[in-house]
Every structure is written in C-alpha cells, then in structure tokens.
C-alpha cells in the first residue's frame, strides 16, 4: 500500500479521518517521475494529512502550503514523488482516528475488515473461518 | 447558400482524398469569395494540408463553428467575419474538412465497436470533440436484419480531424484492425477499379520513386486465398498499381497498400460462407494505422501467473479500461478485484490502480504468485493499494465531502455463479476472541451490491468519471432491470451473448455532476430501483441460470453455521 491511497481512507467503523499510519516494514520502489500526475493529483489529496504523515513516516518535510507548480517548488515535486509514488508499505497497522481499531498491513494488502483492538497479538495468518457456503 | 454546398455534394463524397478535397475548396472559394479571403489565406498557405494533415491551430473554420455554438468563446475572428462565415453552410464545410477514413474491424464482439470508438475520440479529442463527433457508418448499406449486419458489419466510414487522430485512435482499440484512407470502393471489383480511375485519388508518398516502399496485401473477411488467387486479384488492380514509382519490398514495406473483400454469406451470419459467393463489397485503401490487438495478446490469460476463476479475459478488461477513458494518470479502483485482471488493464494504459476485495485467499495469493506478481510480470508499476474491504461498508473517505478523487471505476461484481456476493457479518464477538478473529462475511442479494456499485460511484468519481461493469442478464432482459442514479448517465449498454439463458451486459456510466446537486433526488431514485430489482433478469440469476433452487437469493441470506 502507498501513502497515496492511505490519504484517501477513512476508518470503516468509525468514520475517523484520518487513520494514524505505523509501519513496520517499507520498501522503495523506484518509479519513473512524472510532474503532471503529482499536479493532477494534488487538487485531490488532504495536503495537511499527507504533510503529518510524511513526517511522522521521517520521509521529509513538505511545505506548509501546497505547491502550486512544479516550477513555483520543483524540490517539493521531487519529494512528492518519493513520498507518493514510491514509498510501499510492506507491513503495519492502520490505527483509526479515535484508536479504537487497529487494522493490519501484511505483505502490502491492508486488511480493513479486522475486529481486533490489540495489534501485538493479531495474527493475520491464521485460517480464515469465513467459508460458510461453498459455491 | 446551402443549396451550393449540395451542388458539390459528389465532391464531398469523394473527400475521402486530399485531391477531391483541394478541388471542392477550390470551388468553394472561388464561388463564395466574398468574406473567404482569410479561409482562402489559412488553406492555401497549407496547400499541402492533404499530405501534412496538419490544419494550421488557429483555423478560422473550425472555430466558427464552435463559435455558433457557445459566442462567449470568442475567439480569433471578428464579430463580422464570424456572420459572413456562418452564412455559408459551415457544417458541410467542416464535414468536408473532417478526412474520410475506411476502419476495419475483427470479426468480435461486434456490439462494443461503436462505444469504444466513441470513448476514444473522447479520450483523445476531450469532451467537445467527442460532441461533435458524428460516429461510424456502417459500408454496407444492403439487405440484412439487425443481428446479421451487426456481425458483417466490419467495415466502416468515420470522419475523423486527421490522420493523428486516426492513429492514436487505432493504437488505443483491441477492436480495431486497422484504420485505411479508402482510394475506392465498389460492390464488385470492376466497380471498385472503375472508382479509384474516376476520383483519382491521392497516392502521393507512393508516386515518386525515392526510398518509399510498398507491399500490396490481399485480405478476405471470412475467407483467405491462394498464392495464385492472391496474384490474379493484385493483377487486376495494375491500372492503379503501375502509376506507383515507390519499390516493392515485401519484408517491412513503408506502407500497405490493402485489397479488402467483403465476403459476408448472403443467407447471414450462422450459415457457412460458399466458396463461389462473391464479394458484396470491395475496397483498395493504404492502411494508415494498425489496430492495438497486441494488448489483448500479449496481456492474455493463456500465459499469466495468477488467475482464478474469474479473471477477466484480457480483450475485454482492454475494451472496459478504453470505455472508461483511462489514460497516463487516470486512478482507477476495481472494488472486485480478485486477482487484478481488469486492472491490469488500466495500469497497462498508465494509470494508477487500487483494488479491493471482501475474499482474504484471493488477494493473497499461491506461494510467490499473487497480484503483484502479475504486475511484475508485464513490467507494470505496482498497484497504489491492495485493500481487503468490504463495499457496503467502505474504507473510503466519503467523496461527497471533498470531491471525487477516483478517474474511473472498473469491475465485474460477483453475482453467484462462481463468486457469490458477499459483505460483513456483523455480530458480537466475546472479548476473550477478539484478537486474531477473522469476521465471517454473508451472502447479500446481487441488486444491494448494484445499488451501492452505483451510489460508491457517484460519490467518489470525478465528474466525467466513468463507471465500467458487466451486469449478468438473461434474454428476459430490459431496459428497466439497469440500475440508474441522478448523478449518472448511462453511457453505453452493449451485450456478449455467452449460453442460450446467459448473457451479460458492459454498463458504462458517467458521473455527469456532482452529487450535491442530486442527493436529494439520488435517495428517490434508489428507492424506486430497490423494488424494481425483485423483478429484474439479474434477481437470484444463480438459480436462474442453473436452474436450482438452492441458490435463490433469500435462502442464501441465512448463515448455514453459526
């Protein structure tokens, strides 16, 4: 999962917005730059979010406001990008605003439908018991 | 002054060719001087418009015409230009500009030809284009009933801006074959020479002898040909042939120069074609763009890591991702994702992909083969997010409040065949279990799935964002049975005949505004389709289909263990 779509989603219980995220394990993957998504998409993220998260993540600072223009702040854009683009999160949690429901990151699939309250001991992979009808 | 454009009118049937094209403007100037002198400037500084296809950007033309549409967007002309121009038929001078090209298409899925050309223009060309875009003309204008031209219709007339156009067109479709600029046509062969003689077409690039080259290709729909056959119907064509300078190579010729015949049975489409049947149509053409078949073989399922067994077949994920306008940017969700086949689609096109699914194992995956490593595979970005999710209670931030932020989405929701529709159970679980449990999910009707497909979409689409899915019907299908929103317009609705009792539908929607501006009428309309859906085709398809009984929707609500 990348920290774009975690500026997207909100806690299914709760509602919260945003959700803290804690990750364990994140990988870089190195993508090629492209200026006009990073504008494009700009206009669509929460920027005070995304800035909270990069930091709490110690993936750089970003400026206050949002960067009108790759021209106006291109070190923000290239930043944007490693922030946005290629930053994977391996594994993690996903805690909603008011903590009441931690959700866990395993192998890059964020698993929203959990019920646990206790990270530490959630085991992800145990044998789901869903299967109720086959088909 | 409509009357002179008609007088002209065989000119413009013949504009397919830059040549004929020349000589009507020629007529138009000269007859219609007065108020021209600056058409007359733009078009004859561009002489060579029929061999460059570039129209100078600030075409007085052609911004007339939008000008007669919407005069705020004034332009480059003077208000008394403007009203000179438009006293002359300015459509028919625009159509007349617009070059004529002969597409062909496979011999597949005949019903998503025309949608997906549309949804190209307007990927390429952008909302206004695609208004003024006047669609596709099927060639044969014989006999036939609906079902049979369908299938035979895999020639066809389009107007298009130019030949860039034409190309990033052609390069987008799986449908398309390739795209021709038509030297003649006929229902016969003598009739087809006779016609590239008389309109003369231009065959400029191949008439000097330079470096061009050119290879000549014989293509039959629903027959091939001989060696002996093929050489006796290139020999036919030498009155043609002989006047072109450029050399004859056969391995990677410069251009194509297509003998195409149109050999479709008289008795219709189910019957066997004859081998003495003659063609009903004929064309010579140069090809001018190959069609984008190559995505849908090289994407194919056949030679995947990971399916499952509801992978979308690669052509159709390529049509649904083109019917979506996705483009370099776009972000596109598919909220049933399984194992990622219809958005692999979309990343291959350069989008930004999420998926989500209710089912755990899927998106996991076998031992080092999940969804990622199909992505790897073709040397695709990874996807932005793999959310296990449920729709009905969705971890998205609720679009309505900041806007949209999805560009499209794609899928095909579970409807009971080989994936059931399923959502969360929600019930109790004693403290002591709480850590590690994994909740149970239910079996919910297919029609609460649709409605929330469609409410998910309105909220969260962009406007102009489109929503693509497939809705399984029966043949007692009708128009009632598809779901609507006040936000979103039905686009297109074609079907793929799959068995005799089972069907579906490709939808496609366009959120068309914003959702604040229809809540209120949005909660109405849900109502209303929330009694219609016990009525229609799709409602317990499973059983439908399968004839069981068991499978009935309302049996399935019920937990069987508890």
């Known amino acids: 999962m990348r920290i774009l779509t975690h500026n997207f989603m909100q806690c ?8 803290r995220l804690v990750p364990t394990e994140v990988e870089t993957v190195e993508t090629e730059y492209s200026g006009e998504f990073i504008e494009h998409m700009l206009k669509r993220l929460n920027w005070d979010v995304l800035r909270s998260t990069a930091s709490e993540l ?55 439908m959990t019920t646990s309250t206790d990270p530490s001991t959630s085991n ?11 088909e | 002054m409509r009357h002179r454009v008609v007088e002209n009118k065989s000119c413009v049937d013949r504009g397919s060719t830059p040549l004929a094209r020349r000589k009507f403007l020629h007529i138009l100037i000269s007859k219609h001087s007065v108020g021209f002198q600056r058409i007359k400037n733009t078009l004859l500084m561009g002489t060579d418009y029929g061999t460059h296809n570039q ?8 911004d007339g015409l939008f000008k007669q549409r919407d005069s705020a967007r004034a332009g480059t002309i003077t208000g008394r230009e403007r009203k000179r121009i438009q006293r002359v038929d300015l459509v028919g001078v625009v159509r007349f500009l617009m070059m004529r090209f002969l597409v062909l298409f496979r011999g597949t899925f005949q019903g998503f030809r025309h949608p997906e050309f549309c949804s190209l223009v307007r990927l390429i060309g952008g909302l206004e284009r695609a208004d003024a875009f006047q669609g596709l003309q099927p060639c044969w204008k014989g ?21 860039e156009e034409a190309r990033r067109i052609a390069s987008r479709s799986v449908l398309i074959r390739a795209i021709f600029i038509c030297w003649g046509c006929g229902r016969s062969y003598q009739e087809c020479l006779d016609n590239v003689l008389e309109t003369d077409p231009d065959m400029e690039p191949l008439l000097s002898d330079g470096d061009e080259s050119f290879k000549c290709v014989i293509d039959g729909f629903g027959r091939s040909y001989s060696y002996d056959d093929q050489i006796s119907k290139m020999t036919f064509f030498t009155p043609v042939l002989s006047k072109l300078k450029a050399k004859v190579r056969l391995k990677k010729p410069a251009h194509e120069i297509w003998i195409m015949e149109d050999v479709f049975p008289s008795k219709g489409h189910r019957h066997i074609p004859d081998r003495s049947e003659q063609p009903r149509q004929v064309f010579l053409g140069l090809k001018i763009a190959d069609g984008g078949h190559h995505y849908a073989s090289s994407y194919t399922l056949k030679r995947r890591k990971y399916i499952g067994t509801t992978s979308m077949d690669a052509e159709l994920s390529f049509i649904m991702a083109n019917q979506a306008v996705v483009k370099p940017g776009s972000v596109v969700m598919d909220p049933f994702v399984g194992t990622g086949s219809i958005i692999i689609s979309a990343a291959a096109f350069g989008a930004e992909v999420i998926g989500s699914d209710i089912d755990m194992n899927v998106l996991r995956g076998k031992e080092d083969r999940d969804i990622r490593s199909n992505f790897s595979q073709y040397n695709l970005n990874f996807p932005a997010g793999i959310i296990r999710c449920d729709l009905l209670k969705s971890p998205w931030r609720d679009g309505s409040v900041s806007g949209g932020w999805l560009d499209a989405i794609l899928c095909d929701p579970p409807y009971g065949i080989r994936e059931g529709s399923r959502s ?63 936000c979103m317009k039905l686009v297109s609705n074609c079907e793929q005949v799959l068995t005799m009792r089972f069907r579906r539908r490709l939808l496609t929607f366009e959120k068309f505004h914003s959702l604040e501006r229809a809540e209120l009428d949005s909660e109405l309309v849900r109502l209303t389709y929330g009694e219609r859906s016990t009525k229609s085709a799709h409602t317990n398809f499973a059983a439908t289909v399968l004839r069981q009984q068991h499978r009935r929707e309302e049996t399935l609500e019920l937990p069987r263990r508890k």
Request: proline fraction near 7%; charge should be negative.
């Open chain 2, 424 to 486: 969360f159970n929600e019930y109790e679980v004693p403290e002591e279990l709480k850590a590690g449990h994994i909740p149970q999910t239910k079996r919910v009707r297919f029609s609460d799935h649709l409605v929330n497909l469609l409410d998910f979409a309105a909220k969260n689409l962009v406007v102009h964002g489109r929503l693509v899915f497939w809705l399984p019907t029966t043949p007692d299908y009708s128009d009632e049975d598809v779901p609507t929103h006040a």
């Open chain 1, 58 to 112: 110690e993936l750089g600072e970003l400026p206050e406001t949002m960067p009108e223009s790759e021209e106006s702040n291109p070190e923000a854009f290239k930043l944007l990008h490693k922030i946005l683009m290629e930053t994977h999160v391996k594994s993690g949690t996903l805690v909603s605003g008011d903590g009441s429901t931690t959700y866990q990151i395993n192998n890059y699939i964020a698993n929203m």
């Open chain 2, 55 to 62: 129209r100078p950007s600030a075409f007085p033309v052609k």
């Open chain 1, 12 to 19: 299914p219980r709760s509602k919260s917005y945003p959700m």
């Open chain 2, 143 to 163: 006999e036939g009933n609906e079902e049979t031209r369908q299938h035979g219709d895999v020639f066809q007339w389009v107007e298009l801006d130019s030949l």
């Open chain 1, 124 to 134: 992800e992979q145990q044998k789901e018991s869903e299967d109720v009808d086959m």
